[in-house]
């Protein structure tokens, strides 16, 4: 159905200033997101005739170089309202009118019920961890299991599986121009990343990649690491690492926040850009081994099919960072073939494998499916693989395999999409191509 979107009042008692957008989690990018709203501009949308609609106000402080809140409700229509958010009041006024002037219904009951289900979720998730040893002691303090969203309905507490789930389908729906906008993007970074920053001959990449295909080990690893390599630098050279606290005054906080400009992110964030992005291209550039023989074929493709014989995991563990341990997330390229895999590492220009020193979760979607798996010898039922198993190791897929298990069961996988489909943020890694 078409739609006519409108914000005609926005104001909040404290002067600060703050931006509201609508998010429908429900339906197909990218019309599950408004733009932020202007005042008194129109925005053209397509709905399903019933939908779920919910609210997000970001609240800045006077010079917006920090989010001071972050909010979320089910909001009303065709009249000014107000809603309370940190014992201050939001005045707002949306205008809602839909083509023939038929009603769109809104749901709004079961939202609660879901909400419930994703609490049980996490609270099942911590049930389970306590009947678990760590492989050592401190690992106890390294594996948060979820963040938490504010709203009208009460809290919510987020799994951080949904941030593999939140480009999802991303490019479903894009026009023919906006596709070739990518490809051209892609085309001209990757050639000078690997030209000015690497210095090598797009050339001699791809006579790597063709060695590769030869089963030539060395050059396969070669390779992916210099794939690696790139989303790297493509990423730390977007998004500047800033942590939650400094940005928002939260411990924990997922989703990107812009001030003045430029993109801010804290780990979990950064990693999961370059995951999203990795998707996107191997979509966009979706070659296979096959293709790999030509000589006309650009070094994106080659790219692409290599990662089209690979996945793409979310890995939560611990890392030594200026000579102590923290919790930290990154990146990972799992190639399908017998070499070691290879880190995203986007808050530096490139990674240090020598810093990664266990594992404890890893978060993807392969194939539609949703995986949130917790990684347990399976000799003693310990938790946490030292990453040296996997970055050193030929036969790291095999270990993977080995030590994961997945928490995803009893249908909770709608719920978990929806969380995911919350755009929460008023800005993303997309708009950087």
Same mark, same amino acid.
């Given at each position: 159905?078409?739609?006519?979107?409108?914000?005609?009042?926005?104001?909040?008692?404290?002067?600060?200033?703050?931006?509201?957008?609508?998010?429908?989690?429900?339906?197909?990018?990218?019309?599950?997101?408004?733009?932020?709203?202007?005042?008194?501009?129109?925005?053209?949308?397509?709905?399903?005739?019933?939908?779920?609609?919910? %609210?997000?106000?970001?609240?800045?402080?006077?010079?917006?170089?920090?989010?001071?809140?972050?909010?979320?409700?089910?909001?009303?229509?065709? %009249?000014?309202?107000?809603?309370?958010?940190?014992?201050?009041?939001?005045?707002?006024?949306?205008?809602?009118?839909?083509?023939?002037?038929?009603?769109? @219904?809104?749901?709004?009951?079961?939202?609660?019920?879901?909400?419930?289900?994703?609490?049980?979720?996490?609270?099942?998730?911590?049930?389970?961890?306590?009947? $678990?040893?760590?492989?050592?002691?401190?690992?106890?303090?390294?594996?948060?299991?979820?963040?938490?969203?504010?709203?009208?309905?009460?809290?919510?507490?987020?799994?951080?599986?949904?941030?593999?789930? *939140? /480009?999802?389908? @991303?490019?479903? &729906?894009?026009?023919?121009?906006?596709?070739?906008?990518?490809?051209? =993007?892609?085309?001209?970074?990757?050639?000078?990343?690997?030209?000015?920053?690497? /210095?090598?001959?797009?050339?001699?990449?791809?006579?790597?990649?063709?060695?590769?295909?030869?089963?030539?080990? #060395?050059?396969?690893?070669?390779?992916?690491?210099?794939?690696?390599?790139?989303?790297?630098? =493509?990423?730390?050279?977007?998004?500047?690492?800033?942590?939650?606290?400094?940005?928002?005054?939260?411990?924990?906080?997922?989703?990107?926040?812009?001030?003045?400009?430029?993109? $801010?992110?804290?780990?979990?964030?950064?990693? #999961?850009?370059?995951?999203?992005?990795? *998707?996107?291209? *191997?979509?966009?550039?979706? %070659?296979?081994?096959?293709?790999?023989?030509?000589?006309?074929?650009?070094?994106?493709?080659?790219?692409?099919?290599?990662?089209?014989?690979?996945?793409?995991?979310?890995?939560?563990?611990?890392?030594?960072?200026?000579?102590?341990?923290?919790?930290?997330?990154?990146?990972?390229?799992?190639?399908?073939? +017998?070499?070691? =895999?290879?880190?995203?590492?986007?808050?530096?220009?490139?990674?240090? +494998?020598?810093?990664?020193?266990?594992?404890? *979760?890893?978060?993807?979607?392969?194939?539609? &499916?949703?995986?949130?798996?917790?990684?347990?010898?399976?000799?003693?039922?310990?938790?946490?693989?030292?990453?040296?198993?996997?970055? $050193?190791?030929?036969? %790291?897929?095999? @270990?993977?395999?080995?030590?994961? &298990?997945?928490?995803?069961?009893?249908?909770?996988?709608?719920?978990?999409?929806?969380?995911?489909?919350?755009?929460?943020?008023?800005?993303?890694?997309?708009?950087?191509?």
């Amino acid at each position: 159905m078409n739609v006519q979107i409108s914000l005609n009042k926005l104001s909040y008692t404290t002067g600060n200033t703050c931006t509201l957008h609508l998010t429908f989690p429900e339906e197909n990018i990218p019309y599950n997101s408004t733009n932020i709203l202007q005042l008194n501009e129109t925005v053209d949308f397509v709905l399903k005739d019933t939908t779920h609609c919910i %609210a997000v106000v970001h609240i800045y402080n006077y010079n917006n170089t920090q989010l001071q809140s972050r909010f979320l409700f089910q909001p009303k229509f065709n %009249a000014p309202y107000d809603i309370t958010i940190d014992n201050n009041k939001l005045t707002y006024e949306i205008t809602f009118t839909s083509e023939g002037a038929v009603p769109i @219904v809104f749901k709004e009951k079961d939202i609660i019920q879901m909400k419930k289900r994703i609490h049980s979720y996490t609270e099942m998730q911590y049930s389970m961890l306590s009947k $678990y040893q760590p492989r050592r002691e401190s690992l106890r303090l390294k594996h948060s299991l979820n963040y938490t969203l504010n709203s009208n309905m009460g809290v919510w507490d987020i799994p951080y599986v949904t941030i593999a789930t *939140r /480009g999802h389908k @991303v490019l479903q &729906n894009i026009d023919v121009d906006t596709w070739r906008n990518y490809e051209s =993007f892609f085309y001209k970074d990757i050639t000078t990343f690997f030209k000015d920053v690497m /210095g090598y001959r797009v050339t001699s990449v791809i006579q790597t990649s063709q060695l590769a295909i030869k089963e030539d080990k #060395a050059a396969l690893h070669s390779i992916m690491r210099q794939i690696a390599a790139y989303f790297s630098h =493509f990423i730390h050279t977007r998004i500047k690492y800033k942590s939650d606290y400094s940005a928002t005054g939260c411990l924990d906080y997922v989703g990107l926040n812009k001030f003045h400009d430029t993109l $801010y992110a804290d780990c979990e964030d950064i990693a #999961a850009c370059g995951y999203d992005v990795i *998707r996107i291209f *191997r979509r966009i550039f979706n %070659a296979d081994m096959f293709d790999l023989s030509s000589k006309e074929l650009h070094v994106a493709h080659h790219i692409g099919a290599w990662l089209n014989h690979s996945d793409v995991a979310l890995f939560q563990g611990c890392v030594k960072h200026e000579g102590k341990e923290i919790n930290h997330v990154w990146c990972v390229i799992m190639s399908h073939f +017998d070499v070691p =895999f290879v880190v995203v590492e986007g808050t530096r220009e490139a990674s240090d +494998d020598s810093k990664y020193k266990e594992i404890i *979760r890893a978060w993807m979607m392969k194939d539609d &499916n949703i995986y949130d798996i917790f990684l347990v010898n399976p000799e003693n039922n310990q938790y946490g693989l030292e990453m040296a198993n996997l970055l $050193y190791n030929s036969e %790291a897929r095999h @270990v993977f395999k080995q030590w994961s &298990n997945n928490l995803i069961s009893g249908g909770i996988e709608k719920d978990i999409l929806f969380a995911g489909n919350l755009v929460t943020e008023t800005c993303n890694i997309f708009k950087q191509l």
